[in-house]
């Protein structure tokens, strides 16, 4: 069955469904994110001359490629997956964009030093709502310390904030909402309250 699924029409679909039934919990979704979702995440990125877009959690790329399809130079965008089969499919799929293998935890460490201080938008596609308290703290901060100020984009399918912002000290603002994704699904912008 696997096999058949990994030779179906849509790229990534299978590779994603055998990660899913590997690792549910790291992969969150069974899907990857709708064409309609995709497309509102890169209505909300910004990025200015000298700034990169860090997309974190790239998945089978969808998000990747609407962001490109969006205007994004693919050398402006660098894109971190830790399931290194997935980040091997990104590599084959988006040429020019940089993709790193790793965790975005260590977002600091993996990121080239060059580039930080020059996110223009951090996306993330991680699960983060189903990570305790102090897990998340780690990511707010790991995103903090290589893009000050600037927070993060973050999509899912609550219908209420996915974070308890104030306690990670966010602002928190519900930038767009689509029933067009399985399930509808939500995409937040996170910043620092201080900032
Ligand atoms: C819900 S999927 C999103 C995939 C894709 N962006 C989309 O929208 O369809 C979550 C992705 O995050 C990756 N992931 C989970 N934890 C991660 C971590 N700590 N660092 C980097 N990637 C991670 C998973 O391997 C998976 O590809």
């Known amino acids: 069955m696997l096999d058949s699924i990994s030779r179906e029409r849509t790229p990534g679909v299978g590779l994603f469904l055998t990660r899913w039934m590997r690792n549910p919990l790291r992969m969150g979704s069974v899907v990857p994110s709708s064409p309609a979702l995709c497309q509102r995440i890169a209505r909300h990125t910004r990025w200015a001359k000298d700034e990169v877009v860090v997309e974190l959690g790239a998945g089978t790329g969808v998000v990747s490629r609407a962001l490109l399809e969006a205007g994004l130079p ?6 971190v997956e830790i399931e290194a089969e997935m980040s091997a499919h990104l590599r084959d799929t988006l040429p020019g964009v940089n993709v790193l293998t790793g965790d975005a935890f260590a977002l600091p460490d993996i990121l080239p030093k060059a580039l930080h201080g020059k996110v223009g938008t951090a996306i993330c596609g991680i699960p983060l709502v189903l990570l305790p308290l102090a897990q998340q703290q780690r990511f707010v901060d790991a995103v903090e310390a290589v893009a ?3 927070g993060f984009l973050l999509y899912t399918y609550c219908a209420t904030s996915p974070l308890p912002y104030r306690k ?3 602002n928190a603002k519900r930038e767009a909402w689509t029933p067009l994704n399985i399930p509808p699904a939500s995409v937040w912008r996170y910043t620092p ?3």
């Open 74 to 79: 693919p050398e402006k965008l660098v894109v």
């Open 168 to 170: 990670l000290g966010l």
């Open 193 to 195: 309250a201080k900032g």
């Open 148 to 150: 000050p100020g600037k």
